[in-house]
């Protein structure tokens, strides 16, 4: 039985990615070592990094005055950092679910914290819309896609302060204007790479504005002077990235993912919205491309168990489970989804629909 991968992260990898990056973990570029155990000041590892940061600048059109870094810690470390670094008097945060909210408690650590708008009353089933960003914050932090309840902001946002914004489950899916943007991150297990490396994309010129000490590991200062080889990176992971992005340059970049992330949500959400049995979680106009969110109607509640059971064991359906704090399905479908995996999951359902 043919196995689809909707698995919400670490989450499925184009197979070119994994056969590439494979073959270097038992020989790296010939070298007789493998990419697990060389050094990572080796000759043949420079340029790992270096193409790397050089395709996210080509990808994302990313303009001068940034730089790209690679980190360990994921994003919840960088919840973090990013008050360390940039908070002095006052942050504003955008509460759109459960990662939004885990940014907000560590800047609290630092400063004080402005939840300019919040969704929580709904489960976070849409993105607010009508808030005022404070004009002498620090910084305005969002969420761009939320993984947990299936919404995603697919625009990138005025404001008067520079914007922060954690994508680690949107990045490269779309065309995005970096300019807008003081910082983007987010941890690559979603749309760039395997578990174990972080991204991240800084202006230059938010650097060393805080009043505070801040540690060497935790001080983005210190990543960018070394070009991200201060201490030992995640040299696997950070290599698994890199053919992710020759992959996406292959493929088209950024703009034919966004054309696929379209054409996969219409086929799925097509379906959720016409099958009897289903109906989708996020309000429609805030509904991710990224991870499709639905569940059971109430009428047919006591099916749950049964069309997961059918989905996951009998048509292989990996990983379509909920998460655990709002139950239902999930079917994330980042880059490396195929059309073929969402018409397989339309067919399963189509197919319980009618036993049912």
């Not at 990662?99 to 969704?119: D, I, N, P, T, Y």
Request: glycine fraction near 8%.
């Amino acid at each position: 039985m043919k196995k689809y991968n909707f698995n919400a992260g670490p989450s499925m990898l184009p197979r070119e990615v994994i056969e590439a990056t494979a073959a270097q973990c038992l020989d790296f570029n010939g070298s007789g070592l493998s990419l697990m155990e060389i050094s990572h000041r080796a000759k043949d590892f420079q340029p790992v990094v270096d193409e790397a940061v050089a395709l996210f600048k080509e990808l994302l059109s990313i303009p001068e005055g940034y730089s790209v870094i690679f980190l360990g810690g994921g994003a919840s470390l960088e919840f973090c950092m990013i008050p360390y670094n940039f908070l002095e008097k006052k942050a504003a945060y955008l509460n759109t679910g459960v990662w939004a909210k885990k940014a907000m408690k560590e800047a609290k650590l630092f400063g004080e914290v402005v939840e300019v708008a919040s969704s929580a009353e709904a489960t976070y089933t849409y993105i607010p819309k009508d808030y005022t960003i404070p004009a002498d914050a620090d910084y305005f932090h969002i969420t761009t896609n939320n993984t947990i309840y299936g919404t995603e902001i697919r625009k990138d946002l005025d404001s008067p302060v520079p914007v922060i914004a954690d994508m680690s489950s949107d990045i490269f899916s779309r065309p995005i204007d970096v300019s807008k943007y003081g910082m983007i991150y987010g941890g690559a297990q979603k749309n760039l790479a395997m578990a174990g490396v972080t991204f991240v994309i800084v202006r230059d010129d938010m650097l060393g504005k805080v009043s505070r000490q801040i540690p060497t590991m935790l001080d983005y200062r210190t990543h960018v002077e070394k070009g991200s080889m201060f201490n030992t990176p995640p040299v696997v992971p950070i290599y698994s990235a890199l053919e992710t992005l020759r992959w996406i340059k292959r493929n088209g970049g950024v703009e034919a993912m966004d054309k696929l992330a379209k054409q996969r949500a219409e086929i799925v959400y097509g379906e959720i919205d016409r099958n009897k049995l289903f109906h989708g979680t996020a309000n429609v106009e805030d509904r991710s491309l990224m991870n499709l969110c639905f569940v059971m109607n109430e009428e047919y509640k006591e099916l749950e168990k049964d069309f997961l059971d059918f989905a996951m064991k009998e048509r292989g359906m990996v990983g379509i489970k909920g998460h655990r704090s709002v139950g239902g399905f999930r079917a994330s479908c980042y880059n490396a989804q195929t059309i073929e995996g969402c018409e397989a999951l339309v067919a399963c359902m189509k197919e319980f629909e009618a036993k049912h």
